[in-house]
């Protein structure tokens, strides 16, 4: 997701920020940008693309003497990856970078009246600090803030009271820099819900939204708390909490190597993205919610109501996220919802229903089957969908419409956070939809609403069962074959634990539903093949009981993962009970991420490049 930096001292720094960027580029962005104020004034760079194309703008442009600088990588979320678009974003005196959303953005714009220059949720926080700096230079004419005599009380400082003010009228996450001409030598940083840190070196003060772009050129670094808001100088900074009272931070050190850094302290990239699901689930629900609605501006009722039938379309893990999704459609929208493998489908001359809506999946945009069957399913008049996680990607140029996916950029092979995305944003469309054909009693639709809005705390890992997976682990390195099952909701969990497992272990794993076992795979149950039966309370519980007692009768191995006791399991990963269906499936699914993950490193597997795969399938 979005990257931000930030620099004051009397060193280049251009070459700083930019460095500070390149640390970042892992992350994923679609357009960059610079903003550096001198005594001569203020210049913002912004390019659309790669940091090579801000090298180019940049040319041989680099600051010298006092400076105070910030940058940006942007990840799309509130209008098209643009240059207007790109932060920093600011008018004539001040300049804003900021990550996260600002939920209340358009009643904001609309209170500020005046002509905006892009289309992002983050241009109306520089239009309201110079409101407020207006407002106060009204009530204290002459007040210039210099940074030799910059005082650090709100009360007194102009410029730190208008950040205040403006921070006041935020709603929603962010992580925020902010420089003015009115205060040079300062920046004014905020953090709530979207990570900020800085540090201090000989050459002066430096921001970062993460670990990486400060390893090599701070020794220790100070992570800002949700709430923490203030000012720093090169010199030192000036902290307040939530309420206004100053507060203090204990300096942390920082890794030794940048790629350390980027794992933040993870042995793999699978394993921060499967620790960092709650994060982007959040990101998902933000805006979203209303209290009595899920809102999703990317779509319209009148843009819905014609359509009859929808067929979700992908591949692999995406796959696994349509089959769910079309569980949640016939469920909470009502609609008549197939699902089609992507590489299949295009070959067999599908008949598809004319006012039927064409959703298609993907993380990457890229997937040659994937883009393909869009492309088919266009041409036959469907209306199109893309949830996809990278914007401006092939599918999403040739979707009608596009929900993106909001997850960053996922960097290990095996898919994890773009996969709990997908299955979020299926629920999403589907109470939206259900809403707007009214199919849902109020009991119902609130129940799913307090159940989307405790989902984050679901998807957090706990370390009772991280430690206790990777304890089991070691017992699971052998055996002919591992069998996931599950119904309901809980095949398609069942299909991407084993496809998890598979990936990325190189063992044999298979997913099926529970009661199909009977009908031909029991035949290979014995001491040796290990069965993960995903035992959900909230569905089906009995009858996959029963389903797994077929399987114990014949002596196969038994790994329950359930709320309670089970007599006949071998071995048990108790979750926590919530009586809502997805509650426990997104539960389920942190259990079966981890678990493989823990085999296959137990096996001294690469979990981040599992071998004959590519993160992007561009071909057939
Ligand atoms: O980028 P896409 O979501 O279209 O990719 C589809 C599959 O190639 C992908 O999900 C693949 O199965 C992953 N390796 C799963 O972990």
Redesign the pocket.
Known sequence: MCGIVGYIGNQPAVVRLFNGLRELEYRGYDSAGLAVLQPDGLRCFKTVGKLDNLATKLGDYESSGPVTAIGHTRWATHGKPTEANAHPHGLTHSQVVHNGIIENYVALREAVETPFLSQTDSEVIVHLFERHLAAQAESTPNQRVESSSATDDPAIDPALAAFRATLDTLHGAYAILLISETAPGRIFFARKGSPLQLGFAEDGCHFASSDAPLVGVCSQTLYLEDGHWGVATPEGLTLFGADGSPAVLAPKPLPASSLAARKEGYRYFMEKEIYEQPRVLADILTGRLSKQAVLLDELDADWLRPIASVTLC????????ALTGSYLLERLARVPARVEI?SEFRYREPVLDPNGLFV????????A??LEAIKLAKAQGLSTLAL???DNSS?VREAERTLLLRAGIEK?????K??SA?VLTLWLLALYWGQERAVLSGERHARELSALRAVLNVMQVQPRVHERLHRLSKRYLHGHGFFFIGRDLFYPLAL?GA??LK?ISYLHAEGYPAGEMKHGPIALADAELFTIALMARSTLYEKVKSNVEELSARDATIIAITTEYFELADDIIQIRSYGHPMLEFFEMLVVVQLLAMEIAIRLGNDVDM?RN?????TVE
């Open positions: 992908a591949c692999g893990t995406s796959y696994h996220a992507a298609v999946i993907s993380q990457s945009g890229e997937t089957d994937t996809c996680n990278v599918i290990g092979v095996a898919s994890t773009a996969f997908q991407e496809l998890k990936e599992p795969l590519a993160k992007s399938v």
